[in-house]
């Protein structure tokens, strides 16, 4: 019995063993907590990469690493390293463009340092004459990637950080201009001269200028410039004449220019070359075209032809009218406004009267004679869903005026499937209000031109009235509320 | 005769009731070191690499951290207060972070080696000012806000992190563990 029993298995009795991490300690929790904080530290810190890209100027002028890039006033990017040309010609900079800016990067940009100078027409980079100096860029707008740039030697002329286009003016002289010398329309400053060099034969002198952005319509093939640099005096039997356009130009010359009228209406390209001529001939300005400046589209006119038959001793003969006319979109759907006198026939002419519109040629259903009144002078006719216009004027784009107000009567041409806009001015002073309608004494605005032309505000560049050119003369209505 | 501890029982004097000895298992004790002065270690890179200053002046903008800093030191040829910093706030601390690993490591050393290793890290812990210089900063930042314009890095948390973790490290350090046999 005993022996069973001390033969019976029990248990195997040895140390429990516990997990190993039972003697570890809490603090491991605050270990790896660190651990964690100090990856993320230096995961942060870690300056992203950047694009690295190497500059050579020909001097330094005090340039040291851990200065800045900046461009619109803000820091892009630092210098890493100057170093010398092995050459001893120049310097190399090399600097690391943050990744917000890498897009500096690519064909075209120029640097240059900004160091304070004065000149006469101001003073520039006063702030490097006490901090430190620092590179400044004009981003190329090529796309193509660049790292290897050479830097420039001074700041370039303020056109060039502008939008515009460049055109070379070849001249026998340089006829004192210089770069950063203003290039003018009528005084108005309008581009800027770039640079002037020396023909390769010795012959000629190239100036390079810019005209900004919103002038570059001022061009055509047929403009001329000419230097208008320095004073120009003349002794004479009614006294001493003494000519000069401005401090500045006569300081640093100076190009003016102007459009006459032009066959050639292809467009100026940058790089196309014109003559820059030693002195202006008088009948550029009285030949020069208005040239439509508007920053805006023009209008949207389309040329309505109505035509109709009249019986002359009984014989039907078809008559025909042109007018331009405006295409509106108001609550009734898409219309056309048209001077009136376009649908004033009799009655018995009245069934014959066709209007047509647009390229597509579209004919017009003209409204019921009730709706027309005869002391109107526009009317606005329903367009055809057919009749397929690109343009239709938007309600921003309209208003009603009270007063009057300087204005321009503008109309699209269409030549050759080229459509040109044609512009003519209408000043304050030529227009007299009366019974809500403006007369104007602008003896240019004929009928065959004129009729219907749209009348855009030269103040918000907004339509306010048409053009309607009446026995009397040509006079402009407002716009009726749409 | 005194009385023996059991384990997780704490003696205190009668009189003042101070703790005069506390019986936590060595193990735990050593691992509470361990983990610290490993943690300590961690912040230790970042504190001393990455940038603790960034000091702006006249539009000159320049981040140092301590190690650039003791560089830049030695390039001006202030050889002298380049290696008293270079000593003080980068070889004794780590000396000291180093040292503690190693005695919580109870089972590899020897216990001779132990109590030498304990002797070298008490005199280096006598000596590394991480903490005095984190001070120094502190005063610096308060005398010149007007002047100059001073950011903090973002090593300033890694060493004041460091710091408290070489302090909780060197704390929870039981000697008694090195001759304690149980």
Redesign the interface.
Known sequence: MTETEAEFPVANVSDARRPWWSTLSKMWIVCLACLILAIALTWHSADSPGTSITIRFTDGHGLKAGDTIRHRGIEIGHIEDVSLDPSLKGIHVEAVLHDNAKAIACAGSRFWIVRPQLGLTGISGLETAVGAKYIAVIPGDGTILQKQFDGLAAEPPEGLRKNGIEIVLRGDDRFGVNPGSPLTWRGIEVGQVLSSSLSPDAMHVDTRVRVLEPYRKLLSHESKFWANSGIQMGLDLSGFELNAESLATIAKGGIAFITPQSTDSREVRSGDVFTLHRKREDDWVTDAIPVNLMQLDAPPTETVVAKWKQKHFGIPRSHSRIASGLVVASEQGTRILVPADMVHVTEAEQDSLTLTAGNEEATLTIPAVNERDVEQLLVAINLPDALQVSDILSPARHRSADAVEDCFAVRRTQQDAKKTVVIEMIGREQLQAHQGIWRCNNTHLTSETWHGAAVVSSSDEKVIGMLVVSDEGPLVVPLPSM | MLPELEANQRARCTRCRSVIHSKI?A???A??T???A???F??F??AVL??ILQIER?????EQSILSGIIELFHHGSYLVGAVVLLFSIVFPLAKIVLLIELSCLEILHQRHKALTLRIMEHVGKWSMMDVMLLAFLVMLVKLGNLVHFQF???V??FI?CVT?SM?ASL?FDPHSIWDRT
Do not use: T
């Not at chain 2, 006249?58 to 320049?62: F, I, R, W």
């Open positions: 298992p193990e735990l004790s691992s509470r361990a983990a610290a490993v943690g300590a961690v912040l890179w970042p990455l940038p006249l539009g000159q903008s320049s890095g973002p090593a948390v890694a992190l973790m909780v929870s």
